[in-house]
């Protein structure tokens, strides 16, 4: 072993040993600092030979270069040290509650309205709206129940007091979402196929009834449409809606004047741990009807009365309750506490905001 | 409307049970809403006869019975019954509930039990106990030859099942039992029996004159007077159970011999007592003001447009709706006059909307009766009063004429599949409709001729229904509705996404949708100037005025949030404020109680402020796509006492365009709604959004700036009152084409800073084009930016 060989091993061996950077800072004076032992040696260079040069030489700059490597390798490990020693004492008790971001949500019939309006828009209806606030003509008259019609008393209206003599005719709250239909047939010219989804108003409450809750309303005028069309709409919309196939409709016969035929339409359901579950053929085992929605051709009347030939355009209409298609499918059993905004029905029952409804990802959220 | 089954049989020959009835009434569009049989009620009583009645041996109010109750009961051997009614006795043949049934008045089970040390084997049963009747004096004494051992639901006729069948609006036809026979006949269900119409041989003219006076109102008015009748007979047994059964109360002969008539055949009639007439009985106007006691007990003022059957003495009925308590039928009553009338189905609705009065004679006439049915209907009701209560007829009188046209409907039979979704053979089709009365001709198109009880069918869609409704619906296969090509277009509105993008951002930034009635009480409405729109028939006072605003709702909803013990109320509404004008979509959010709980980082419970909810509006607009940048804040819009006088503003697009208005809430405003602590709300008018423009999905060209922007602080002393806003905004307008954002970072007032002056901290932000700012460059713009600042008063701190 040269001399320098056997005094980098030992300088080395201190770098090794220093226990801190403060240290290290000192061994690296010593040796490579102005003074330092290894800047002597390569100050004695200057005075030897060249063939003395070629032999010291390599071996003074291997010695430097192994020294500088050492110190750095120890620098970084005692960085390193440090470093850790310092993080140990940063520890957090990561099961500290971090501050929550408020979670909002969407209401249960909105969210239902926007599943309806995507449905309905692959069937190619678009959605409509109309005023709360209607006319006498639009909500009856239009519609085929004139004043002295008894179906009127059928609909418990909310009436706004009556205006003065030669003043416009009565208001009043919309009994239903039929007055829409009026209104998209005398401002578009057919084919026609819309939804009209909206808050209705009748004077009655108790235990199901509330005296304002959602319709959704649907139209189709076109050529050539009958009661099978009508019949495979609902069947569609239903599977769609209740994201099921097994969907079965029963229509029975029905009055309503603004349909003519008009049916009543029953959709199969079986009872499952106190909640009705869409689905199934109500004759059978288990399953029984229940009422769900009110349909039928638009009467001819109600056609001419928004000023279009009933000899060529026909076509069907419906109506559902929103906030009973939203019980249906997702389990609530309290109509009331659909409009009392209970904030822990609203994050229980309530939809988040991300939960769009779409076609591509499913229609229920 | 009820019916029973007997009673329909009386109409409806064939070999039927209930459970076809009801799925053919079903099927047909006659929805049955419940079917009772009082037969399953009295399961487990039979007809029974006492042997032996001794005296119990432990009780002086008791006996013991033996009771012989048929074959079937004990192999016919008698059964111990131990009794405490007074009336019971040997030789009394009675009713016996046997172990098992059920004593309708109560629920009890019957059970073999001891009573005071002696076996009892049932009971011996009163008419209350049954719900038979009131009595409770004593048991049930049947005639002696009643067959003992019968079940007594038989022998009571009692087994006859009721069905409760939902009459829809347009069929008058079927408010009389043999209305419904007809169409159960038509749709295959038994066949309809011949009504057996008898004829009068009435001698003389009626002892009252009749007339109408009002042919428009009450076209015909036919009658006839009896005289010599006597009203004390009880009502027959059939006819009283029938009525009974339906749920009429038999109250005297001549008036359910009446009420029966319309329950059969849907055909009203009325019985005057002639005692009590004076003078000749006439159909006229009413005169404004007169005053009718009807048989309900209630006064009655009425208006000149209704109709009343009058003498000249005064009005003794409300024509059409109800007959007068005065001229009504008694236990004395012995001569009458029998009306039948024809009146007008729409003068009927009037009148009966606007005297509030129902009636099972006003829902027939209003929806309008049988035009062709009034010589029939007097001569039934006569002989029905003949045969019951005796007496001698007078000739019929017919005073005017019923609207008596017979219309025709052109018809082509493809409907019913075009139309009506079902393809029926015309062979068919004209079987069913001659089944329910119409006459067909087979012409090109076809003639239907429209029997005169079908009031409702005038048009071919209506001979559709008829058709189809019969066949059954099930019948209908489902179309596809065509299809348009490819994939399915975008449906909503501008304003509907508008409404679904504000309501999911919302929603995202933590508030839960409300809905709330848009109906307020006047109280809730008034700090808002009260509500344009009030109902005239509210269903109460709290639900009464068309919201001026959604926050009472929400303000509301929050302070029964708060009674539940909710602290953090983040609620919103997407809605219609109803004003004079329109309604006007709205979005407002409602914040109340603390923004966030007490922490182990924050400590106490950190409370809302107007800037939360400044933040919420900026967030909310901008998610409409509104242009926030451009957007001023401004003075809240004058309605004192809605918005706390100094924490609330506007965002305005010029000094008219009001999109929203956000803030704190007059303190005095949340306490009006019971709501505790501050409250702090957004409106966003929605209707007040400007409408982007559409051009397509590009977006303006764009790229990123090759150099960085530069960035320079300014801090300026300005009077307390100028407005940080319009400081930053006339810092950010001083070089319109170099900077790019000015940003407020600090706001101090206190040491070091003058009385009543505040110091403001401004970042801008520089971009350069081209090149990099030289020195020179930068000074020009600081100095125009401290020039503008000058201009609103702020003066660069030294």
């Known amino acids: 072993m040269s001399d320098y060989q056997a005094m980098q091993a030992e300088l080395t061996g201190a770098i090794d040993a220093a226990t801190d950077l403060d240290a290290l800072e000192a061994l690296r004076v010593a040796a490579l600092g102005k003074a330092g032992s290894i800047t002597g040696l390569l100050k004695t260079l200057g005075g030897l030979t060249p063939e003395e040069r070629q032999v010291v030489g390599p071996q003074i700059h291997s010695l430097r270069e192994g020294v500088t490597a050492a110190l750095a390798a120890r620098k970084a490990a005692l960085e390193g040290a440090a470093l850790e020693a310092k993080l140990a004492n940063e520890r957090l008790d990561m099961t500290l509650p971090a501050d929550a971001s408020p979670r909002g949500s969407v209401h249960p019939v909105s969210q239902v309205m926007d599943e309806l309006a995507e449905i309905f828009a692959d069937m190619g209806f678009a959605v409509a709206t109309g005023p709360e606030i209607e006319d006498d003509w639009h909500n009856f008259t239009a519609l085929n129940i004139p004043e002295t019609h008894p179906a009127r008393a059928m609909h418990d209206t909310f009436y706004f007091p009556e205006v003065g003599e030669g003043a416009a005719q009565r208001m009043l709250l919309r009994t239903h979402t039929s007055p829409v239909q009026i209104r998209t047939m005398m401002e578009k010219a057919p084919p026609i196929r819309i939804i009209a989804p909206g808050r209705v108003y009748r004077s009655d409450s108790d235990a199901t009834h509330t005296p304002m809750f959602h319709q959704v309303e649907g139209l189709v005028i076109d050529r050539g449409i009958h009661m099978g069309h009508l019949k495979y709409t609902l069947e569609t919309f239903l599977k769609a809606y209740f994201e099921t196939d097994d969907i079965v409709l029963r229509l029975r016969p029905s009055y309503f004047p603004f349909t003519e035929p008009s049916a009543e339409v029953d959709v199969g359901y079986k009872q499952e741990k106190g909640r009705r579950i869409v689905g199934g053929n109500g004759d059978d085992d288990g399953h029984a009807w229940m009422e769900l929605l009110g349909s039928g051709m638009v009467n001819r009347r109600v056609i001419a009365n928004c000023g279009l030939d009933p000899d060529e355009w026909q076509g069907f209409a419906f109506g559902v309750g929103v906030d009973r298609l939203a019980m249906l499918k997702y389990g609530m059993d309290d109509l009331r506490a659909f409009f009392d905004g209970d904030l822990r029905w609203l994050a229980h029952y309530g939809f988040g905001a991300l939960s769009v409804p779409t076609l591509s990802g499913g229609i229920s959220a | ?798």
């Open chain 2, 1 to 798: 409307m009820k019916i029973t089954l007997d009673w329909l049989r009386e109409h409806l020959d064939g070999d039927f049970t209930v459970a076809d009835v009801v799925a053919t009434l079903n099927r047909i569009g006659h929805e049955v809403e419940g079917v009772e049989n009082p037969a399953e009620k009295l399961a487990g009583f039979r007809v029974a006869r006492v042997l032996t009645a001794e005296k119990h041996p432990q009780a002086d109010k008791l006996q013991v019975l033996t009771v012989e109750a048929g074959p079937e009961i004990n192999a016919g051997a008698p059964l111990t019954v131990v009794c405490g009614a007074p009336n019971a006795r040997a030789g009394l043949v009675g009713v016996l509930g046997l172990p098992g049934a059920v004593v309708p008045v109560n629920g009890m089970e019957l059970k073999v039990a001891a009573v005071r040390g002696v076996e009892s084997n049932g009971m011996m049963c009163s008419t209350r106990e049954l719900e038979l009747g009131d009595d409770h004096d004593g048991i049930i004494e049947l005639p002696a030859d009643a067959p003992v051992g019968t079940a007594f639901a038989d022998y009571a006729g009692a087994n006859d099942p009721v069905v409760d069948i939902s009459i829809t609006p347009n069929r008058q036809d079927c408010m009389g039992v043999r209305g419904i026979a007809r169409d159960l006949a038509a749709a295959g269900l038994g066949k309809l029996k011949p009504l057996t119409v008898p004829s009068i041989d009435g001698q003389g003219a009626p002892a009252t004159e009749i007339a109408t006076l009002a042919p428009d109102a009450c076209p015909a008015f036919y009658g006839r007077t009896i005289a010599g009748v006597d009203n004390k007979v009880a009502t027959p047994e059939w006819m009283r159970r029938r009525l009974e059964a339906i749920g009429q109360r038999s109250i005297s002969a001549l008036v359910d011999i009446s009420n029966y008539v319309m329950f059969d055949l849907g055909r009203p009639s009325h019985i005057y007592d002639r005692a009590k007439l004076t003078g000749a009985l006439v159909a006229r106007r009413a005169t404004d003001g007169e005053t009718v006691t009807a048989l309900n007990g209630k006064d009655y003022t009425l208006a000149g447009d209704m109709t009343v059957i009058a003498d000249d003495s005064g009005v003794h009925d409300i024509a059409g709706i109800m007959g007068g308590e005065h001229s009504g039928c008694s236990e004395t009553t012995t001569d009458v006059l029998v009306e039948i009338a024809y009146f007008t189905p729409e003068r009927i609705a009037l009148t009966g909307q606007a005297l509030a009065l129902t009636s099972d004679a006003r829902s027939r006439f209003e929806r309008g009766v049988d035009p062709a049915f009034l010589d029939d209907a007097t001569e039934i009701v006569t002989q029905l009063i003949l045969d019951i209560c005796g007496g001698t007829p007078s000739a019929m009188t017919r005073a005017g004429e019923p609207p008596l046209t017979t219309r025709t409907v052109d018809y082509d039979p493809a409907l019913s599949a075009t139309l009506g979704g079902i393809a029926i053979e015309p062979v068919r089709q004209r079987a069913v409709l001659e089944s329910l009365g119409f006459g067909v001709t087979e012409a090109s198109p076809w003639q239907i001729a429209v029997p005169s009880w079908r009031r409702d069918v005038d048009a071919a869609p209506d001979i559709v229904e008829e058709v189809t409704r019969i066949t059954g619906f099930d019948a209908i296969e489902s179309v596809a509705l065509p299809r348009a090509d490819g994939v399915a277009k975008p449906t909503a509105t501008p304003e509907q996404s508008l409404e679904r993008r504000l309501r999911r951002a919302a929603a995202a930034a933590g508030y839960h949708e409300a809905v709330t009635w848009s109906f307020v009480s006047d109280r809730e409405a008034a700090p808002f100037g009260g509500g344009a729109w009030s109902l005239a028939n509210p269903i109460s006072e709290d639900l009464k005025v068309m919201r001026p605003s959604l926050l009472p709702g929400l303000l509301a909803a929050a302070q029964r949030n708060q009674n539940r013990g909710a602290d953090s109320i983040r609620l919103f509404e997407i809605g219609r404020r109803y004003l004079s004008d329109a309604e006007h979509p709205t979005l407002c959010v409602v914040m109340a109680g603390s923004k966030s709980e007490r922490g182990w980082q924050a400590g106490k419970a950190q409370p809302f402020t107007a800037y939360d909810a400044k933040a919420a509006a900026l967030a909310l607009l901008d998610a409409a796509g509104a242009p926030t940048e451009r957007l001023q804040v401004m003075e809240p819009v004058a309605d004192a006492g809605i918005w706390h006088p100094g924490q609330a503003a506007t965002l305005r697009l010029g000094p008219k365009a009001v999109l929203a208005e956000f803030g704190a809430l007059h303190p005095s405003l949340a306490r009006h709604y019971d709501v505790d602590g501050a409250v702090m709300a957004v409106q966003i008018f929605l209707d007040a959004i400007p409408a982007k423009r559409a051009s397509g999905p590009a977006r303006s060209a764009f790229t990123p700036p090759a150099l960085q922007a530069v960035r320079r602080d300014f801090a300026f002393l300005a009077p307390e009152a100028l407005a940080a806003g319009d400081l930053v905004r006339a810092v950010k307008g001083a070089d319109k084409a170099l900077i790019v954002d000015a940003r407020l970072f600090d706001r101090f007032a206190g040491q070091g800073v003058p009385d009543g002056q505040v110091s403001l901290a401004v970042e801008v932000v520089l971009q350069p084009a081209e090149k990099s700012f030289a020195e020179a460059e930068l000074k020009v713009i600081a100095d125009k930016v401290v020039a503008a600042a000058a201009k609103v008063g702020a003066v660069l701190r030294g």
